[in-house]
């Protein structure tokens, strides 16, 4: 059943829909991409449908059958363009054909370009008719000028004429004179090209009804993999992660809450490796964000490509055709980072970011994550905010070189993770080096517990008790003797003052805690 539209047109008025594109840089008919509980064009339609036109037009082409065996056209009429392949104005001579007569208003959708909002139409028709020498309307949006487009009855036959893709830009910059800019709240809605620009139109609609489904599915999907703490705990340990009760509560509670989780512990003991276990026992893509001093939005969000920019300016004018600034600062010159490339992961599961050492990044830093902590959005100043379909798992590790802000911490929850005793180091190390035997494992764990005891600027961790015992391995040696020590310890102290205070109190002491 058909809604009733929202508001009433000026008689005459008409919408032609252009989807006739072949979709050959997506490699598949974008008007059927997925989109709410239907397709874009779906959503195109339904907007028109809202608008209340006298008439509305279908311009079809390269995938005209499929599309009609889909897509839901009723109320329409189908207009074939066996020439699509010579760009949008055949389509639009395709639709003028079939154009009732006494059309006195034509406006212009695009197929592929889902957010224009009905409420947009009705202004472009009401400022073109109140100013006598308009001949078309256009959306001025806060970042450019965008569809829908509206022509007076007087341009049908100029733009029934035309030739190419861009030919109707070109023919509103001839009028210019006679083209009205009618403002428009937001944005230029996104038309849909490229494979980036499907996941920013998915994204950027996921707080409304379109993306209810999906993210509901991936906490369905999210929650029957990890169902309580117990069986996090057991896939943790298939993982070679063995995680104690409170860690696995605290990342359970982050899982399904959801809401970002900072761990903080010595260095070694297992904080970043908490996160890649996360995102392998979920089967989803772990995004990790390196943090350092002077990191910016560049190095963690996005940054433009502007060797490609120059490209395309060239190309456009070797094609005597001009590129607008939204088109220049488009998805398509945007060069993603972790930030942005988790907030776009399109699913099934959300994907885990990793913030590691948050606490070698500055306080200005930190304030820039405050948007994503608490409402899983990132904005761009030239693209507007861009919103999360599937929130990321977010992982913050800190060692505490430094105090974090009240205003990060509160928006995470929190665990220290303890340096663990002998005997789980032991487990740790024999499950990362098969290699190794127990025997070895535990002599090992107890020597790197007891250098721990000593005031070393840099106390060895988990990481460095797995390569010592590797390099053990390797030289065939299954007991740890004061020798061995000596000649291996550079495994596991990794500062000259360390190892001078561990020269001095002896290779023994270090195997078997005693003197000499």
Same mark, same amino acid.
């Given at each position: 059943?058909?809604?009733?539209?929202?508001?009433?047109?000026?008689?005459?008025?008409?919408?032609?829909?252009?989807?006739?594109?072949?979709?050959? =840089?997506?490699?598949?008919?974008?008007?059927?991409?997925?989109?709410?509980?239907?397709?874009?064009?779906?959503?195109?339609?339904?907007?028109?449908?809202?608008?209340?036109?006298?008439?509305?037009?279908?311009?079809?082409?390269? @995938?005209?059958?499929?599309?009609?065996?889909?897509?839901?056209?009723?109320?329409?009429?189908?207009?074939?363009?066996?020439?699509?392949?010579?760009?949008?104005?055949?389509?639009?001579?395709? @639709?003028?054909?079939?154009?009732?007569?006494?059309?006195?208003?034509?406006?212009?959708?695009?197929?592929?370009?889902?957010?224009?909002?009905?409420?947009?139409?009705?202004?472009?028709?009401?400022?073109?008719?109140?100013?006598?020498?308009?001949?078309?309307?256009?959306?001025?949006?806060?970042?450019?000028?965008?569809?829908?487009?509206?022509?007076?009855?007087?341009?049908?036959?100029?733009?029934?004429?035309?030739?190419?893709?861009?030919?109707?830009?070109?023919?509103?910059?001839?009028?210019?004179?006679?083209?009205?800019?009618?403002?428009?709240?937001?944005?230029?809605?996104?038309?849909?090209?490229?494979?980036?620009?499907?996941?920013?139109?998915?994204?950027?609609?996921?707080?409304?009804?379109?993306?209810?489904?999906?993210?509901?599915?991936?906490?369905?999907?999210?929650? =029957?993999?990890?169902?309580?703490?117990?069986?996090?705990?057991? @896939?943790?340990?298939?993982?070679?992660?063995?995680?104690?009760?409170?860690?696995?509560?605290?990342?359970?509670?982050?899982?399904?809450?959801?809401?970002?989780?900072?761990?903080?512990?010595?260095?070694?003991?297992?904080?970043?490796?908490?996160?890649?276990?996360?995102?392998?026992?979920?089967?989803?893509?772990?995004?990790?964000?390196?943090?350092?001093?002077?990191?910016?939005?560049?190095?963690?969000?996005?940054?433009?490509?502007?060797?490609?920019?120059?490209?395309?300016?060239?190309?456009?004018?070797?094609?005597?055709?001009?590129?607008?600034?939204?088109?220049?600062?488009?998805?398509?010159?945007?060069?993603?980072?972790?930030?942005?490339?988790?907030?776009?992961?399109?699913?099934?599961?959300?994907?885990?970011?990793?913030?590691?050492?948050?606490?070698?990044?500055?306080?200005?830093?930190?304030?820039?994550?405050?948007?994503?902590?608490?409402?899983?959005?990132?904005?761009?100043?030239?693209?507007?905010?861009?919103?999360?379909?599937?929130?990321?798992?977010?992982?913050?590790?800190?060692?505490?070189?430094?105090?974090?802000?009240?205003?990060?911490?509160?928006?995470?929850?929190?665990?220290?993770?303890?340096?663990?005793?002998?005997?789980?180091?032991?487990?740790?190390?024999?499950?990362?080096?098969?290699?190794?035997?127990?025997?070895?494992?535990?002599?090992?764990?107890?020597?790197?517990?007891?250098?721990?005891?000593?005031?070393?600027?840099?106390?060895?961790?988990?990481?460095?008790?797995?390569?010592?015992?590797?390099?053990?391995?390797?030289?065939?040696?299954? =007991?740890?003797?004061?020798?061995?020590?000596?000649?291996?310890?550079?495994?596991?102290?990794?500062?000259?003052?360390?190892?001078?205070?561990?020269?001095?109190?002896?290779?023994?002491?270090?195997?078997?805690?005693?003197?000499?």
């Amino acid at each position: 059943m058909l809604s009733a539209p929202d508001q009433t047109l000026p008689a005459g008025t008409a919408a032609v829909i252009l989807a006739a594109g072949a979709s050959a =840089r997506l490699g598949r008919p974008k008007q059927l991409l997925p989109y709410g509980d239907g397709v874009l064009l779906d959503a195109v339609l339904a907007t028109a449908r809202r608008c209340g036109f006298a008439q509305t037009v279908l311009a079809l082409g390269g @995938a005209a059958e499929e599309v009609l065996r889909t897509v839901d056209t009723t109320g329409c009429e189908v207009a074939l363009n066996p020439e699509y392949g010579q760009g949008c104005s055949s389509s639009i001579a395709a @639709a003028m054909a079939v154009l009732r007569p006494g059309t006195e208003a034509v406006v212009l959708l695009l197929g592929d370009q889902p957010g224009v909002r009905p409420e947009s139409v009705a202004p472009l028709l009401q400022a073109m008719a109140a100013d006598d020498g308009a001949t078309a309307a256009v959306c001025r949006y806060e970042d450019g000028v965008g569809h829908p487009l509206a022509f007076s009855r007087r341009l049908l036959p100029e733009l029934a004429a035309l030739h190419g893709d861009k030919a109707v830009w070109k023919l509103l910059e001839q009028r210019a004179a006679d083209v009205v800019e009618v403002p428009t709240p937001g944005p230029v809605p996104l038309d849909v090209d490229t494979e980036e620009d499907y996941r920013r139109v998915l994204a950027e609609l996921q707080g409304g009804r379109v993306n209810t489904a999906a993210r509901s599915g991936a906490e369905e999907e999210v929650q =029957r993999r990890i169902p309580d703490v117990a069986t996090l705990m057991a @896939a943790l340990d298939r993982h070679d992660y063995l995680a104690d009760t409170g860690l696995a509560t605290a990342l359970f509670l982050a899982v399904r809450l959801p809401q970002p989780i900072l761990l903080e512990g010595e260095a070694g003991v297992g904080k970043t490796e908490a996160a890649k276990t996360l995102a392998r026992l979920l089967d989803t893509p772990l995004y990790r964000l390196q943090c350092y001093e002077g990191i910016d939005a560049s190095e963690a969000l996005y940054e433009w490509n502007h060797q490609r920019q120059l490209l395309g300016i060239r190309l456009a004018e070797a094609r005597d055709a001009e590129v607008t600034e939204s088109e220049l600062f488009g998805p398509q010159y945007l060069l993603r980072r972790p930030l942005l490339q988790a907030i776009e992961h399109p699913g099934p599961r959300p994907a885990v970011l990793l913030l590691d050492e948050i606490d070698r990044a500055d306080a200005e830093f930190e304030a820039f994550t405050f948007e994503l902590l608490a409402e899983a959005a990132v904005t761009i100043p030239e693209l507007g905010t861009i919103r999360a379909t599937h929130p990321p798992i977010v992982v913050l590790t800190s060692n505490r070189t430094r105090d974090l802000h009240d205003a990060l911490t509160r928006r995470c929850l929190y665990h220290w993770i303890d340096y663990p005793g002998p005997a789980r180091i032991a487990e740790i190390v024999r499950r990362r080096v098969p290699a190794s035997s127990g025997p070895l494992a535990l002599q090992a764990a107890a020597v790197i517990t007891r250098l721990r005891t000593l005031d070393l600027a840099k106390p060895p961790g988990i990481s460095e008790a797995i390569d010592w015992v590797s390099a053990l391995a390797v030289l065939g040696i299954e =007991r740890i003797d004061a020798a061995t020590a000596e000649q291996t310890w550079g495994s596991i102290v990794k500062n000259r003052d360390d190892l001078e205070l561990v020269g001095s109190r002896g290779a023994a002491w270090l195997v078997d805690g005693t003197d000499g």
